[in-house]
């Protein structure tokens, strides 16, 4: 039986997987749909891919989410929360710009947001670590995939049925929405992880060698 304070941290978790995966469905499932239903050149939708980049580069940065904070008390919570914030902010902007005659605009604006939760994902990461015990992980684990699916179901044919029935604006909006409701328990939560005292522990080595691995591509 789960604890629940034990429960509160997996909620916290999953709530943050599902909203840095939905935008990522979005642009990879409902996106190019709807573009092509726009009458959007194949080529232009065929630059989608490239806002994906900072997934596989965010190791260039992610030593500086380790490094800085905001707060020295709370090293990822504000990292997490400027990084959901920037994330819906950008999607709302992007709502009021004319598919067909800013489409540059448009994959630019959702590189940003790539970005923004590319960083998010670092940050959730180390989060996780310092919250779940190693006898936690396992199901920790779980719950990142299982986010990720549920991310992906609202990101993509949740989104492409709002972009049928209510059209671009609406639909971002509530996409920006649906993200801050998700950012609600890491707003509650007190983020005490001690960084110095993790960056320490035998396990660093062996999550640094893991986060290695998954950007060269030995991950699944």
């Known amino acids: 039986m789960i604890k629940k304070t034990n429960l509160s941290k997996f909620v916290l978790l999953g709530c943050l997987y599902v909203s840095q995966y939905i935008p990522i469905a979005f642009f990879y499932q409902a996106l190019p749909v709807f573009l092509r239903q726009r009458g959007v050149a194949l080529n232009a939708i065929g630059l989608l891919p490239l806002i994906s980049l900072p997934w596989m580069l965010k190791f260039l940065w992610s030593p500086l989410v380790d490094r800085y904070s905001f707060n020295p008390e709370e090293h990822y919570r504000p990292w997490i929360l400027g990084c959901q914030s920037l994330l819906a902010l950008t999607l709302i902007l992007c709502a009021f710009l004319n598919i067909e005659q800013n489409i540059a605009a448009i994959i630019f604006s959702l590189f940003l947001v790539c970005f923004f939760a590319a960083t998010q ?76 005292q993790w960056l320490k522990s035998p396990t660093f080595l062996l999550c640094l060698a893991s986060v290695v691995g998954k950007e060269c591509g030995f991950g699944c």
């Not at 492409?160 to 707003?187: D, E, F, H, K, T």
């Open 121 to 196: 994902d670092i940050a959730t990461d180390a989060l996780a670590i310092g919250l779940l015990s190693p006898d936690e992980r396992g199901l920790g684990n779980g719950i990142q995939s299982a986010g990720n699916y549920f991310g992906a179901i609202i990101g993509g044919g949740g989104m492409l049925v709002l972009l049928n029935r209510l059209g671009w604006q609406i639909s971002l909006a509530v996409l920006a929405i649906l993200i801050l409701l998700a950012s609600i328990p890491i707003w509650l939560h007190q983020d005490k992880l001690n960084l110095v």
